[in-house]
């Protein structure tokens, strides 16, 4: 943290330490990295107000319920000054009185996009928005979020590790290590088709190198089996053929091979985590918890296991206890679920009892009871039948108006309708040739009108700012792509809110005024292109407003 007020300013590492931490010869690194980071900040704030003072480094130690202060000084650490709880009043006194230091200016030139924050949750990690807690508030070591990639538009789930939070006893190369095991198993099986994609690899954040880490894997908007279970259009022969390839990928990531020498235990199969993509294939979500066995890892001392599809072991011992054979538990536990009370899945049911024998050692692999579900199950013949359109997710690929795309993100989601983010395929081969949204309509009365809209809009001359609609289908239905419209990259309005100081630095105007001005004409401007045709937009707000290098962009039109 870094405290500013009327009397100066201090660089606050927290640590969730109590005093014991100051006899450990450990820690001196910790106090030499506030230490080089009090000293990078103290330019910063320097160059925007020369007449601050010293800037110090100070460590609050969170679980020191106790003073630190003897004899009228407080604790030091190679001159790092060193506060328990009870000492927050002394941490903060020598700033809270003066009249030198304009405290919001330089909050605003040291991290003009972190000032408004008052929530627990950041608003930003690193370059991610739109952050939503994944791990328990507890978890101060790893953080898993769903995050947005302004950049991109893209969706991810943001792996968070803080080393600040580990145990003083460790020394912090061996906390890094334990920290990195879990991106190693992501790593180590990314060429599995039943894994979210990697798109960030393990990488310090930026301004915390030593301290901090992150890396994110692909969002997964494949339909959870908690959701599609409960469908009725989730046939007998789709249900029994997802359990056998599910089965088989569960195989297939325990197996070892050249590659990966050691199985994987995932730890956290259940209905939510166990996806199926629209192909009919399973993808394993939540990796926050996976480990290669006999291997530390952040979770494995987590002991309070009260998942009903937690294998018996583990709810008795807690992840610690987890081996593959857990894994092979719950995933029965999950497929026998979507197959209870299906007529004609009994033999099914059967086979997968092997798996939920009590006592792990008598229970049967992954492998083999999918091979005792194929012995007899006869999977469908029948012709293929068209993937509806809420099923669509990441890779599924489809033709429309003669040209094949590829999902690369829902964009967003409802009742009456899905907005993707699409990737137009060369002919000739699977490269990419372009970034397009698709719209797709679900309600017939809706869709038709909706339709017919986008097609009278694309008449429209282009203009800079509004999202233009390529191409339109020639009818409706609900399984097929409605409007091709223009992919337009940037941030909502609503992200840069209370920042917009900020946003007329980096575009160049001499202040927010001026900067609001020229967007208004913008938009004024992009409007009346709209107005002149006829058309009313219909939602004109921050979330349908897109900033990107200070230019704004109306969006859907």
């Given at each position: ?19 014991t931490a100051l006899r450990h010869r450990d820690v001196e690194h910790h106090a030499e990295l506030i230490t080089a980071k009090a000293k990078r900040i103290a330019g910063r704030l320097k160059a925007a ?509």
């Amino acid at each position: 943290m870094v405290i500013l007020g009327p009397g100066g300013a201090a660089v606050v590492e927290v640590k969730h330490w109590d005093a014991t931490a100051l006899r450990h010869r450990d820690v001196e690194h910790h106090a030499e990295l506030i230490t080089a980071k009090a000293k990078r900040i103290a330019g910063r704030l320097k160059a925007a107000d020369p007449s601050l003072g010293f800037i110090p480094g100070c460590f609050l130690f969170t679980r020191e319920v106790g003073s630190l202060r003897r004899n009228g000084r407080q604790a030091e650490l190679l001159g790092v000054r060193v506060y328990g709880t009870r000492d927050a009043d002394e941490l903060v006194k020598d700033l809270a009185y003066g009249n030198g230091t304009a405290a919001e200016r330089l909050a605003r030139s040291l991290a003009p996009r972190q000032v408004d924050v008052a929530s627990s949750v950041p608003r930003r990690i690193a370059r991610f928005d739109e952050l939503k807690p994944l791990s328990s508030p507890d978890d101060r070591f790893a953080r898993v979020f769903a995050a947005r990639d302004p950049a991109s538009g893209d969706r991810v789930t943001l792996h968070v590790y803080d080393l600040s939070a580990a145990s003083p006893l460790e020394k912090v190369d061996v906390t890094e290590r334990r920290a990195k095991r879990e991106f190693e198993v992501v790593r180590r099986f990314q060429k599995s088709p039943h894994l979210p994609g990697l798109v960030d690899s393990w990488q310090p954040l930026p301004n915390h190198d030593g301290e901090m880490f992150f890396f994110t894997l692909a969002e997964c908007v494949s339909i959870p089996v908690a959701d599609l279970g409960s469908d009725a259009g989730w046939g007998i022969g789709d249900r029994l053929a997802f359990a056998v390839k599910a089965l088989q990928a569960l195989a297939d990531l325990q197996a070892p091979n050249e590659e990966n020498t050691e199985p994987l235990v995932h730890r956290n199969l259940n209905p939510k985590n166990i996806r199926v993509k629209a192909s009919g294939a399973p993808l394993f979500a939540g990796w926050q918890w996976a480990r290669i066995p006999d291997q530390l890892t952040i979770a494995s001392g987590i002991r309070d296991v009260a998942d009903a599809y937690a294998a018996p072991e583990v709810r008795a011992g807690g992840l610690a206890a987890a081996t593959p054979a857990s894994d092979v538990w719950s995933l029965c536990a999950v497929l026998s679920e979507i197959l209870d009370g299906v007529e004609g899945a009994e033999e099914a049911r059967s086979a997968l009892a092997g798996g939920l024998e009590a006592d792990p050692v008598r229970r049967a692999t992954a492998a083999m009871i999918a091979a005792d579900f194929e012995a007899w199950i006869t999977l469908s013949e029948e012709a293929a039948v068209p993937i509806p359109a809420a099923r669509w997710d990441e890779g599924h690929e489809f033709e429309w108006n003669g040209k094949r795309y590829r999902i690369v993100a829902a964009l967003g989601q409802g009742g009456v309708g899905r907005t993707f983010k699409l990737e137009e395929l060369d002919g000739n081969s699977p490269d990419p040739i372009g970034a397009f949204v698709g719209k797709i309509a679900f309600n017939p009365e809706f869709g038709a009108r909706a339709l017919l809209a986008y097609k009278k809009v694309r008449s429209l001359a282009h203009h800079d700012g509004l999202s233009g609609v390529l191409e339109t289908s020639a009818n409706w239905s609900a399984d097929t792509l409605m409007a091709l419209m223009r992919w337009t990259r940037g941030e909502p309005l609503d992200a840069w809110r209370g920042e917009l100081e900020f946003l007329a630095e980096i575009a160049g105007e001499k202040d927010a005024e001026t900067l609001v001005l020229r967007w208004f004409a913008d938009l004024c401007a992009a409007l009346d292109a709209f107005h002149s045709q006829g058309w009313v937009h219909g939602d004109v707000s921050p979330a349908n407003i897109l900033v990107d290098d200070g230019r704004v962009c109306l969006i859907d039109t």
